[in-house]
């Protein structure tokens, strides 16, 4: 039921015209990277593929959708009898995708297609976006720890707990989110807030009682009323901490100017012989302001984000797509006054080049019956103009796999951990260049000799049709 109501009425639609079961097949994509990038970090298809098997209607669930008086018996029984039957291929949790390839193919009954679009998009688009927005944060970060911080500013209770996942994916090392920690085995994380230290008569009180209570997890927020003060407060603690045996783990800055700050309370904590005193930094932290810190030699050894982070704040929706191309064994495509919206017909494969050096060179569409790619020209998607010849690539890696067949899954599918290993180990195949955040160079997205001819004889039939109409 966690769909939206036109496709309910499609299905329906579908049935009484006698096409539900014809033969579809549907791709998932993006057409643009997001937060001015070129790539993304694939996440959420395996739980969409769990929800996508498990679906069912309940009783319940029919007797809502008959009370909306348009739905026919025959649509509403086929619903109560509901078992899956799609076939699914997919790229794997956790791989560098890049806009315009399929990142999954769903075939099956039109009906069953049709109906799986919403929860599909929505357990993937925002999960992708998120894991994509914490790698570009370690990535900004030179792969410093990163923690998820976000939870208290997260689009809702599900929000934050995808947020959470979906970071441990990207790069963050642990979370806020003490929910997320008990259901999926991430580390929970956490200091104080100036609540805390407001509640006593002085900073120096707060500290230690903090310390007090939690002498082998002591890290201090030491920016309530003046940094410089905090800090020097927070070595008075750690003496004490010291002579207990114990270590001030760190001190954290959540306002001010953290280039300068961080640098100055280094310098307090190195001289007072507290080197292995970590400072975090948190207040709206973002990739472009991490590399700014760096650049101009902060000393951040640890990164508490939230906003900016669990929300995606400066580029808020994936904008993932779900598009018919074939239908009964027939290509379909859809032609738009956009170019970069007209689909890429027929059931495909992707292949990833990579180099001599393992580095990735391009990834590559052709039509399904190849089962590998050929010596020739590939050309750009958006610009039959712009193309270039594959020639002898040192390897040659097929991206989809078959997840899914007649409904069953046919092996178990990974979590976090394993999506996290995934990104991981593809992350320093992407060449450094296409990973900058500023002015990134695009990575060669292309589609086969063969899929272009295809591609261009059904455009042309359709405009052709167009141009008889009217004539």
């Known amino acids: 039921m966690l769909t939206d109501f036109y496709q309910?009425?499609?299905?329906?639609?579908?049935?009484?015209?006698?096409?539900?079961?014809?033969?579809?097949?549907?791709?998932?994509?993006?057409?643009?990277?997001?937060?001015?990038?070129?790539?993304?970090?694939?996440?959420?298809?395996?739980?969409?593929?769990?929800?996508?098997?498990?679906?069912?209607?309940?009783?319940?669930?029919?007797?809502?959708?008959?009370?909306?008086?348009?739905?026919?018996?025959?649509?509403?029984?086929?619903?109560?009898?509901w078992k899956c039957e799609l076939t699914i291929r997919s790229m794997d949790d956790g791989r560098i995708s890049f806009p315009h390839e399929p990142i999954m193919e769903v075939e099956g009954p039109l009906i069953q297609c049709q109906l799986i679009e919403t929860l599909l998009l929505n357990c993937f688009n925002f999960s992708t976006l998120c894991a994509t927005k914490a790698n570009r944060m370690w990535l900004a970060t030179e792969c410093q720890p990163i923690l998820e911080f976000g939870l208290r500013r997260a689009q809702g209770p599900n929000g934050g707990l995808t947020a959470s996942e979906a970071a441990m994916v990207g790069g963050c090392v642990g979370t806020s989110n003490v929910l997320a920690g008990k259901i999926q085995g991430m580390d929970i994380k956490g200091t104080q807030a100036h609540s805390w230290v407001m509640s006593f008569d002085s900073e120096?009180?707060?500290?230690?009682?903090?310390?007090?209570?939690?002498?082998?997890?002591?890290?201090?927020?030491?920016?309530?009323?003046?940094?410089?003060?905090?800090?020097?407060?927070?070595?008075?603690?750690?003496?004490?901490?010291?002579?207990?045996?114990?270590?001030?783990?760190?001190?954290?800055?959540?306002?001010?100017?953290?280039?300068?700050?961080?640098?100055?309370?280094?310098?307090?904590?190195?001289?007072?012989?507290?080197?292995?005193?970590?400072?975090?930094?948190?207040?709206?932290?973002?990739e472009y302001l991490i590399r700014e810190i760096k650049t101009h030699g902060g000393s951040v050894d640890i990164w508490a984000i939230g906003t900016k982070l669990a929300t995606c704040y400066d580029d808020p929706a994936l904008g993932g797509v779900y598009k018919l191309v074939s239908l009964e064994e027939q290509p379909k495509i859809k032609v738009a006054n956009q170019v970069e919206k007209i689909t890429i017909p027929s059931k495909k494969n992707v292949f990833r080049l990579y180099d001599d050096d393992g580095i990735m060179t391009g990834d590559v569409m052709e039509l399904i019956d190849k089962e590998t790619l050929n010596e020739g020209d590939v050309y750009d998607p958006l610009n039959p103009m712009r193309y270039y010849r594959i020639f002898n690539p040192s390897k040659i890696e097929s991206l989809l796999k078959l997840k899914v067949q007649k409904g069953m899954i046919l092996e178990k599918l990974g979590g976090w951990h394993d999506a996290r290993q995934k990104m991981e180990k593809d992350i320093i195949r992407l060449s450094e260049d296409s990973k900058r955040l500023l002015n990134p160079k695009n990575y060669k997205v292309s589609i086969s000799r063969s899929l272009y001819d295809l591609r261009n004889s059904l455009i042309h039939s359709h405009v052709d049709r167009k141009i008889w109409k009217r004539q």
């Open 8 to 81: 309910l009425t499609m299905a329906n639609g579908y049935l009484l015209r006698k096409i539900a079961f014809k033969s579809a097949v549907f791709d998932l994509f993006f057409r643009k990277a997001p937060f001015k990038g070129v790539y993304a970090i694939c996440y959420g298809l395996n739980k969409a593929i769990e929800a996508i098997c498990d679906m069912h209607f309940s009783e319940e669930d029919i007797l809502f959708l008959q009370k909306q008086n348009v739905f026919s018996d025959d649509f509403l029984n086929y619903l109560a009898k």
């Open 204 to 286: 120096l009180d707060s500290f230690r009682a903090y310390a007090d209570i939690y002498p082998d997890a002591c890290i201090l927020l030491i920016d309530t009323y003046d940094i410089i003060e905090g800090c020097k407060n927070a070595i008075i603690i750690g003496k004490e901490l010291q002579a207990k045996g114990k270590n001030l783990l760190g001190v954290r800055i959540d306002s001010g100017d953290i280039t300068y700050f961080s640098k100055e309370v280094r310098k307090l904590l190195d001289k007072a012989g507290f080197q292995d005193t970590k400072i975090i930094a948190s207040n709206d932290i973002d």
